[in-house]
T-cell receptor
Framework: TQLLEQSPQFLSIQEGENLTVYCNSS?????LQWYRQEPGEGPVLLVT?????EVKKLKRLTFQFGDARKDSSLHITAAQPGDTGLYLC?????????FGQGTELSVKP | GAVVSQHPSWVICKSGTSVKIECRSL??????MFWYRQFPKQSLMLMAT?????????EQGVEKDKFLINHASLTLSTLTVTSAHPEDSSFYIC????????????FGEGSWLTVV
C-alpha cells in the first residue's frame, strides 16, 4: 500500500479566508481523486486528476496535480461555512480506494 | 443513478455479541464491494475487498475471523462483526463497483456501530 500524506489534518478558519490542503506521496500515481465527506455520510467525489500539471476548477475549489504526479493540492477561495467537512485525497486502484489521513475543515461564520 | 444502500444505519449491541451490516446495490450488479472503517475525525481505512462468489481479500491487520464478509450475490455483501467489543465501535461504510457503472464507485450511507 502506497501512503498518501495529507496536510494539515485539522484546519479552522473564518469565512472568507483562503486555504490549501496538500496530498503528497513518494510514489507516482496514474490518477488521484479528491472527496468531501460530511459526518455520518459517505464521501462524495469532487474531482479526478490524471495528467501531470493538470489544474481543475470546481467553483471556488481549485485542484492541481503535480508535474511528477506524486502530489496534489486543493485550494479553496473565500471559504464558506458550507465548505465545512472532511476532505480526502485518495488513490483509486480498480475501485479500491486508499485514502490520505484527511483534512477536517471548519469554516466559522 | 445507481444507489448503494446500507442497513442498519446505526446499531447498538452488547459486548460479545455479533452484528451484521448489509450493503446492497439497488440498480446495478456490484461485482466488487469494499468495506471501510472510520473512527471519529479520522480517514476511511479499507478493511477488505469482496468479489461476488469468492472469498474476501482482507487488508493487512484486519482479522478475517472477526470481520466476516460474504458476497453471495451481485447485489448484496454483508459484514458481520463477531464477538464485538467496545473498540469495534466505529462507522462502517461500503462501496461498490460493477456493471454497468464500470469504474464509478458508489458509497453506501454508512452504519454506526456502538458496542456497549
Amino acid at each position: 500500500t502506497q501512503l498518501l500524506e495529507q496536510s494539515p489534518q485539522f484546519l479552522s478558519i473564518q469565512e472568507g479566508e483562503n486555504l490549501t490542503v496538500y496530498c503528497n506521496s513518494s510514489s507516482v500515481f496514474s490518477s488521484l481523486q479528491w472527496y468531501r465527506q460530511e459526518p455520518g455520510e459517505g464521501p462524495v467525489l469532487l474531482v479526478t486528476v490524471v495528467t501531470g500539471g493538470e489544474v481543475k476548477k470546481l467553483k471556488r475549489l481549485t485542484f492541481q496535480f503535480g508535474d511528477a504526479r506524486k502530489d496534489s493540492s486543493l485550494h479553496i477561495t473565500a471559504a464558506q461555512p458550507g465548505d465545512t467537512g472532511l476532505y480526502l485525497c485518495g488513490r483509486n486502484q480498480g475501485g479500491k480506494l486508499i485514502f490520505g489521513q484527511g483534512t477536517e475543515l471548519s469554516v466559522k461564520p | 443513478g445507481a444507489v448503494v444502500s446500507q442497513h442498519p444505519s446505526w446499531v447498538i449491541c452488547k459486548s460479545g455479541t455479533s452484528v451484521k451490516i448489509e450493503c446492497r446495490s439497488l440498480d446495478f450488479q456490484a461485482t466488487t464491494m469494499f468495506w471501510y472503517r472510520q473512527f471519529p475525525k479520522q480517514s476511511l481505512m479499507l478493511m477488505a475487498t469482496s468479489n461476488e462468489g469468492s472469498k474476501a481479500t482482507y487488508e493487512q491487520g484486519v482479522e478475517k475471523d472477526k470481520f466476516l464478509i460474504n458476497h453471495a450475490s451481485l447485489t448484496l455483501s454483508t459484514l458481520t462483526v463477531t464477538s464485538a467489543h467496545p473498540e469495534d465501535s466505529s462507522f462502517y461504510i461500503c462501496s461498490a463497483t460493477g456493471l454497468p457503472s464500470g469504474n464509478t464507485i458508489y458509497f453506501g450511507e454508512g452504519s454506526w456501530l456502538t458496542v456497549v
